[in-house]
């Protein structure tokens, strides 16, 4: 990425003061953010992902540590991708799951589950205590290609995955569900679902931020080999 390729002509970078590694205990994290956030449109936001770059909410990002570089933005190989056994049997588990598209707006039912995921997931992290407001920040603030998709088991709700669409890619923003389902693996099925969904509009990449082999939170991304990483910036696939 250079800064005069015509998406990004008029966008400015600046680092964040140093604050609290979220994945990494006692380490020190800053980031790089992309501004002004009215014109990091989709185009914008294309090429900035393709840097590296994420997204919350309009809030567009990549780390940029001085002295580590375990974050390393990564993305699925759509058409290379073969699920492993554990992965078909929760494809099979959850196949049954209705998926309905939404475009973005604040529902309650909606809200109501991403509460109850964050309160079992990220109690005590601060996220838990998120309201209307926040939530509205986080999940339904965009300038981009951006759909919700909500799944249901008969009439009800189990999950809500939010998804941007930038060039020949899908990007996996966040996915939220029943906490109280826990062995249908719906944090899995929403992957896979995701990478299907890719495969049947004919788009090569889905990204899923960042993979953090010392990060169990992170790690996990390894698991929808092969996947690529930015590295030396350059996309090259990951040992496995």
């Excluded at 994290?29 to 014109?39: K, M």
């Excluded at 090429?47 to 375990?70: K, M, N, W």
Aim: aromatic content about 12%.
């Amino acid at each position: 990425m250079h800064p005069t390729e015509p998406p990004l002509q008029r966008i400015q970078f600046y680092l964040t003061a140093p604050y609290d590694c979220s994945y990494l205990p006692g380490q020190q994290a800053r980031s790089q953010v992309a501004t002004p956030t009215h014109l990091i449109d989709g185009g914008a936001y294309s090429a900035l992902i393709r840097a590296g770059f994420r997204r919350s909410g309009q809030f567009t990002y990549r780390p940029h540590c001085e002295a580590c570089q375990a974050c390393v933005p990564v993305r699925v190989e759509v058409d290379k991708f073969v699920p492993n056994r554990t992965q078909r049997r929760c494809l099979k588990r959850n196949h049954h799951l209705a998926a309905r598209f939404f475009p973005l707006d604040f529902k309650e039912e909606h809200y109501a589950l991403y509460r109850a995921y964050l309160g079992s997931r990220h109690s005590g992290g601060g996220m838990d205590k998120d309201g209307p407001d926040q939530y509205t920040q986080f999940l339904l603030s965009s300038n981009v290609d951006t759909v919700m998709v909500e799944f249901r088991d008969g009439e009800t709700l189990v999950m809500v995955a939010v998804i941007d669409q930038v060039e020949n890619g899908l990007s996996a923003v966040y996915t939220f569900f029943d906490p109280a389902r826990e062995q249908d693996s719906l944090g899995v099925y929403g992957v896979l679902w995701q990478i299907e969904l890719a495969k049947r509009l004919e788009i090569s990449h889905l990204y899923l931020g960042y993979w953090i082999g010392e990060s169990r939170k992170m790690a996990y991304k390894k698991q929808y080999g092969p996947l690529e990483g930015l590295v030396d910036g350059r996309w090259q696939e990951l040992d496995a």
